[in-house]
């Protein structure tokens, strides 16, 4: 069975169905925190919560596809209290936001940890962050695995 390709267009927004320029502007009120629900959302802009649903993983204002950055850092860590806690406290500052974490159990003192991180709001540059994680206490290692532009 063959997999269909994903295909994206660039379309100026008076272009676009009613239904797809107010499903962009309930996420828009949903992620600025004006609107807390997605109900609250659909009324505002004057939609159908089934109609929001449809397209709300299909349409994406073009600046936030541009800035998503997704990349991968693997570490070796000492296997102690506070450590992780350090890295994402770290990571909170450089404003990079954690997808997801997977540790090793750890073995001779030492866990390996891999991190997938957002880092469209990154402070500084991913190299500089890694290089800052390295510096932590009780991490023994940090490297970029992959960057996902």
């Known amino acids: 069975?063959?997999?269909?390709?994903?295909?994206?267009?660039l379309i100026r927004s008076d272009m676009l169905p009613e239904a797809i320029q107010k499903t962009v502007e309930a996420k828009a009120l949903l992620t600025s925190g004006e609107a807390p629900t997605v109900q609250e959302a659909v009324e505002t802009v004057g939609m159908s919560r089934s109609s929001f649903?449809?397209?709300?993983?299909?349409?994406?204002?073009?600046?936030?596809l541009m800035k998503e950055k997704i990349v991968t850092v693997a570490m070796t860590l000492d296997h102690r209290a506070g450590v992780l806690s350090s890295i994402l406290s770290?990571?909170?500052?450089?404003?990079?936001?954690?997808?997801?974490?997977?540790?090793?159990?750890?073995?001779q003192g030492v866990a390996g940890v891999t991190m997938s991180l957002d880092t469209a709001q990154l402070v500084t540059d991913v190299t500089t962050m890694v290089e800052g994680l390295q510096e932590l206490d009780g991490v023994k290692g940090a490297s970029l695995v992959s960057r996902g532009e």
């Open 53 to 64: 649903y449809k397209y709300k993983d299909g349409v994406y204002p073009f600046n936030a």
């Open 90 to 107: 770290y990571l909170a500052m450089q404003k990079g936001n954690v997808l997801t974490i997977h540790q090793t159990i750890p073995l």
């Open 1 to 9: 069975m063959s997999r269909r390709k994903e295909t994206y267009y």
